[in-house]
């Protein structure tokens, strides 16, 4: 007996072909829109449009870089400016304490406002000055810590003074350590963390020119490049529109390219001149009244004067360094001037008649060694704050012209790119 | 170091009666040359193996005076006179010894007032250079010629006498003795009770070395009147010093005072160039003087009185003999 086999029918369904997704429409739409003579031109256009919206793109970052150097360099520059005022301050509220101390109790009133005055504006600058960054939060707060102790030993030094007690010279010599040892070194610190901070503003604001070079390189050559091969497929030799656009952007990235090398050249004058100036007023300044310290505090610690005094010469000796003599030929004279008083009481004391030396080291009649410092002082104060605030002004007008130039190169960059597509588009128009 | 520590200050003690004894008789106008052994102020100071003396022997006037028929052609004192001018080193930070003071710009104290003597007596009207100087600069000073005597609250010692840095000493002219100071609410009164504990001392003083060799923890300064800041700053606990210096911080400070007995016996001399043996017998003459005149006498109740009991004068010892180092 045989059995057949019937094999299991088979069930199929009539399922209709899926649509084509729209990612392979869209594809196919751009392939069969790029395919061709209207193709090519429209990647012409295309590539054109990228070159001018990147190389606009890199001239705004380029000037918005030199900006931010000169924002930074202006910044440090200031700050800089500001401890050295404080320094300056700070020494000038030392010799005001040693040169008072001088007068056995009871000080000359004027000496005394001065150092009050003088610490206050310290103390406050201080404290504007630690706002600056992290670092100088930390450094200037130490210094500002031991600010209070100095003046707690200084006021400490006046009062055992006015009662005769010997322990003020030492009160005072500690505060005078205090200052050199543990106040002046982190405002010194920091004051030269600013100095490499301006130099290296100054040195990334140098590197933006040949960012710009490079916007100028892709903008304008891609334009170029984009007519070169329109010519080709046109067979015109101009598209007004394009040759509009690469003449706008070549003015604007001139434009760009004169005003930062004239902020770069206005920067760099500023560094060489008011602000190298303020700094070397300022730093000479510091030594000077430090030299004026150590007179006194040779002359309280009776018979510690000798021929070489070293001390004091070490600190004339950067106080004139740092003075141009061709610029500040009078602040020069003042100085010299002091310094010959001041050794003719060195040399008083030495000889031993400190007595005479001390009368005439706290006198304050005409042509005395404090009316010479005096003399000194007024001048380079005001010549100092004439430079700080031509180096502050400078550096900030310097600045002010760069970011309105980057917006305009943008604008006129998306301009150019319109006009590039236009013009392109105008070549497609004879195609349909 | 507790048990050490009571074994000095019984000796101590024991000393300072026996000195007080020594020294209670009147003052003696004539220079007598005496052996060393035979005086009792000498016998608690130490005495100098290389020469068999107490440290505070000295070399004896024979013959040289406060009259200048009585110094030679090429004496010091001559060249001093000629001059007009004697350079001496000072301390400037020592109240009641030498110090400044602040109303007269002048320094004063009993190591002054010596000098001031000695200068009257090398020349009316002699002109007197102060250099002041810290401890350790003492004996440089001396040696290098910066200053012809120092009268700085000196102790005199064996090393001081015969060590590299030698100088010469005048006869003792002050017996003080190595005290602490301390908190008036303190109960220390020896560098015992402070074990463990920062004491100020200044550097080149023989209090520092006595304060090392007691096993103390030392803070050092240069100017001993920088301790008194220390102190009242609160970075020390006590001060280790002369009685004669911690009596002028006490008189600067109501609330710190002088404790306890002397650790150690500190004989003050004046300090003389070495190898000046003629300007020693000099100062020598004109310190006996001022024993047998009653100005010694006089200074110690000027700047010492209220600070406890004071010593007597002490006697010159003499028989240092220039070859003898």
């Known amino acids: ?432 | 170091m507790v048990m050490n520590l009571s074994k000095r200050a019984l000796t101590a003690t024991a000393a300072g009666v026996l000195l007080l004894a020594g020294c209670g008789a009147a003052p003696t106008a004539t220079i007598q040359a005496q052996p060393a052994a035979a005086v009792l102020a000498a016998t608690e100071v130490e005495t100098c193996s290389q020469d068999g003396l107490s440290a505070t022997a000295s070399f004896a006037p024979d013959g040289i005076s406060t009259n200048p028929s009585s110094w030679s052609d090429e004496s010091t004192m001559g060249k001093i006179r000629k001059s007009g001018k004697l350079v001496v080193g000072v301390a400037g930070d020592v109240k009641l010894w030498g110090s400044r003071n602040s109303q007269t710009g002048q320094l004063e104290g009993f190591d002054i007032d010596v000098l001031k003597r000695i200068a009257t007596e090398i020349g009316p009207g002699l002109k007197i250079e102060y250099k002041v100087i810290n401890f350790a600069e003492r004996q440089p000073a001396l040696i290098d010629g910066d200053v012809q005597l120092v009268a700085h609250t000196m102790t005199m010692t064996c090393p001081r006498w015969f060590d590299e840095n030698a100088i010469n000493f005048s006869t003792e002219y002050y017996r003080a003795g190595q005290k602490v100071l301390v908190r008036s609410d303190s109960k220390a009164t020896t560098l015992a009770d402070l074990e463990g504990q920062k004491i100020c001392a200044a550097t080149g003083s023989t209090s520092l070395a006595n304060l090392k060799e007691q096993g103390g923890d030392p803070l050092e300064v240069s100017d001993v009147g920088d301790c008194l800041v220390k102190f009242q700053e609160g970075e020390v606990i006590a001060i280790t010093s002369d009685d004669t210096v911690l009596a002028g911080f006490a008189a600067q400070d109501p609330y710190a005072e002088v404790k306890g007995e002397a650790i150690t016996e500190v004989p003050y001399g004046v300090g003389i160039a070495p190898d000046d043996v003629e300007f020693t017998q000099f100062v020598n003459a004109v310190l006996e003087e001022m024993r047998s005149d009653g100005t010694l006498q006089r200074l110690t109740d000027k700047y010492m009185a209220g600070t406890g009991e004071l010593p007597a004068v002490p006697k010159a010892v003499y028989g240092r003999k220039v070859d003898g180092r």
Request: charged share 20%.
């Open chain 1, 1 to 432: 007996m045989s059995q057949t086999v019937v094999p299991a029918p088979v069930f199929t369904r009539n399922v209709p072909a899926p649509p084509p997704s729209r990612l392979a429409e869209a594809s196919q739409a751009i392939r069969a829109s790029l395919s061709g003579s209207p193709g090519r031109l429209r990647l012409i256009s295309l590539g054109a449009v990228a070159c001018v919206v990147l190389s606009a793109l890199l001239g705004g970052w380029a000037l918005q870089m030199r900006a931010s150097a000169l924002d930074r360099a202006a910044a440090s520059s200031a700050h800089l400016l500001l401890l050295q005022d404080v320094q300056t301050k700070l020494a000038q509220a030392d010799a005001a304490a040693t040169n008072s101390y001088l007068g056995f109790g009871l000080e000359p009133q004027e000496q005394r406002l001065t150092y009050l005055a003088a610490l206050s504006d310290a103390s406050i600058e201080l404290a504007e000055a630690a706002r600056h960054s992290g670092a100088d939060a930390q450094a200037l707060g130490q210094a500002n810590a031991a600010l209070n102790r100095y003046s707690a030993y200084v006021a400490s030094a006046r009062a055992n003074n006015r009662e005769g007690n010997p322990v003020g010279a030492n009160y005072l010599e500690s505060a005078s350590n205090l200052m050199r040892d543990k106040i002046i070194p982190p405002l010194q610190e920091r004051a030269d963390a600013d100095t490499a901070d301006v130099k290296s503003a100054f040195s990334q604001g140098a590197n933006a020119r040949w960012l710009l070079l490079l916007a100028a390189v892709i903008g304008v050559g891609g334009l170029v490049y984009a007519q070169v091969l329109l010519t080709r497929h046109s067979h015109r030799y101009v598209n007004l529109p394009a040759a509009a656009s690469t003449l706008g952007l070549v003015v604007v990235l001139i434009g760009a390219a004169v005003v930062m090398s004239s902020a770069q050249s206005e920067a760099s004058d500023v560094r060489d001149g008011p602000l190298n100036h303020a700094i070397g007023l300022s730093t000479s300044r510091v030594a000077a009244f430090d030299a004026k310290a150590q007179e006194s505090l040779t002359l309280i610690n009776r018979g510690s004067a000798d021929e070489e005094d070293k001390a004091w010469n070490d600190a004339f000796d950067k106080a004139v360094d740092s003075l141009d003599e061709r610029i500040y030929f009078t602040a020069k004279t003042q100085l010299d001037e002091y310094g010959t008083a001041h050794q003719a009481i060195n040399q008083t004391d030495v000889d031993g008649d400190w007595d005479t030396a001390v009368k005439q080291a706290i006198s304050t009649a005409d042509g005395s060694v404090n009316d010479l410092f005096q003399s000194y002082s007024d001048t380079t104060q005001k010549d100092l704050e004439t430079q700080a605030t031509a180096a502050s002004d400078r550096l900030g007008d310097a600045n002010d012209r760069l970011l309105p130039v980057a917006l305009i190169l943008l604008v006129v960059g998306l301009l150019c790119a319109g006009g590039v597509w236009w013009g392109v588009s105008l070549r497609l128009d004879e195609y349909r």
